[in-house]
């Protein structure tokens, strides 16, 4: 489809190629249509060639792109992508870590976007199938919905969400040993084994990550729950980086909209309230959706009992498999070259954030069941700053 500002339409092309087949010059007819002789001798020699199939709009590729992702490598990235659900920067480590193959992040991307697979949404979870429609030829661009915003300094805005992750029996469940197996069974008729709460508190500027597993017999996510919730991640990011929490976001539940102890609690900490739909929720879909379990991401779990380096509140809330060695980008592994953060909070980017969440974890090891310093995007001060623009 042309352009908006294309002084020729298929129609237009044709009416011009028979004005030159009448006898008149080239450059005549050009003029007439305000474009160059060079461009209408392109199509009238189509024309002649092809008929009216040559004057349809043909792409810009090259025909052939030396520096393009080999076949092969195309053929990984998407196997990871579908079986995996994995994004760019988690493609390129395990891309890295597998045979040491190294591709940037920006590169993944081009090629889930060649592959129509660049959202997640358009797959099927389970099977990795494409749900709907995403070829790149036929897909409708348009500007996002939603734009990408980050307060100026820590505590200005912070996200708060809960996550709901039901507990794995002892021994593991059906996904471990099939659905016509006695744990299958127990799981169908014999008690329940419930739930635990992942309550998220995330800094919009600094991305730094306050995390709490509640179970359901300490509240889960009742009032009681959420209000304290909010008044120890406040006393946490004043006690460890000085930061004044100044405004929470949260989602349009009932506990954030009409509890009162809860609008008493951030009334009493001088908290400022924004509920909001959840899509405008963005710092804190990361974390709680890394947390979320997935048959092929990792080792299946055999059960949720917390690791003993753990104290029982900060416990992992689905399994303890940990990663080491070289993670994807991230805050804390990708200092920030010139930033106006404070120096609390940039020093607790450098030293990871399971240390500062899990008092006590193993040094050099992140759970992957609450919030990997992995997968928390990094701040805009954390790259490096553009150069000035010169007119």
Request: net charge positive; with cysteine.
């Amino acid at each position: 489809m042309p352009h908006r500002n294309a002084p020729l339409t298929m129609e237009g092309r044709r009416r011009l190629c028979l004005r030159v087949d009448a006898g008149r010059p080239k450059a005549h007819v050009a003029a007439e249509a305000g474009i160059s002789r060079q461009c209408l001798h392109k199509w009238h020699t189509r024309w002649r060639a092809e008929g009216e199939a040559g004057l349809v709009e043909r792409s810009s590729r090259p025909c052939r792109s030396p520096r393009r992702t080999p076949p092969e490598l195309e053929a990984r990235i998407e196997r990871l992508r579908r079986d995996r659900q994995l994004g760019p920067d988690r493609i390129a480590f395990e891309l890295r870590r597998e045979d040491g193959t190294r591709v940037s992040a920006a590169g993944v991307h081009n090629v889930l976007v060649r592959l129509g697979i660049s959202r997640l949404r358009d797959l099927d979870p389970p099977t990795g199938q494409q749900l709907r429609e995403t070829d790149p030829a036929t897909r409708v661009h348009g500007p996002n919905r939603w734009r990408r915003y980050e307060r100026a300094r820590p505590g200005e805005l912070v996200h708060v969400d809960v996550k709901k992750l039901g507990h794995i029996r002892d021994g593991g469940g059906w996904r471990a040993h099939g659905r016509d197996s006695a744990q299958s069974r127990a799981a169908r008729s014999g008690p329940r084994v419930g739930y635990d709460y992942v309550h998220v508190a995330v800094d919009d500027h600094s991305r730094l990550a306050y995390v709490e597993v509640i179970s359901l017999a300490e509240g889960g996510e009742n009032q009681h729950a959420c209000a304290g919730f909010v008044r120890r991640a406040t006393a946490w990011f004043a006690g460890n980086y000085g930061v004044t929490v100044e405004r929470i976001m949260t989602d349009n539940a009932w506990v954030y909209r009409k509890s009162r102890l809860f609008a008493a609690t951030l009334a009493e900490l001088g908290i400022a309230h924004r509920p909001t739909k959840p899509a405008a929720r963005g710092p804190t879909a990361k974390p709680n959706a890394s947390t979320a379990p997935s048959p092929s991401n990792g080792p299946t779990p055999r059960s949720t009992t917390p690791p003993p380096s753990v104290s029982p509140r900060y416990r992992p809330g689905y399994t303890a498999t940990t990663i080491t060695g070289p993670t994807p980008r991230s805050a804390a592994t990708h200092p920030p070259t010139a930033s106006t953060t404070s120096a609390a909070t940039t020093a607790s980017r450098q030293a990871g954030y399971l240390n500062a969440v899990y008092p006590g974890a193993p040094a050099g090891q992140r759970c992957a069941g609450v919030i990997p310093a992995d997968v928390l995007p990094p701040p805009r001060d954390c790259r490096p700053p553009r150069p000035a623009r010169r007119y």
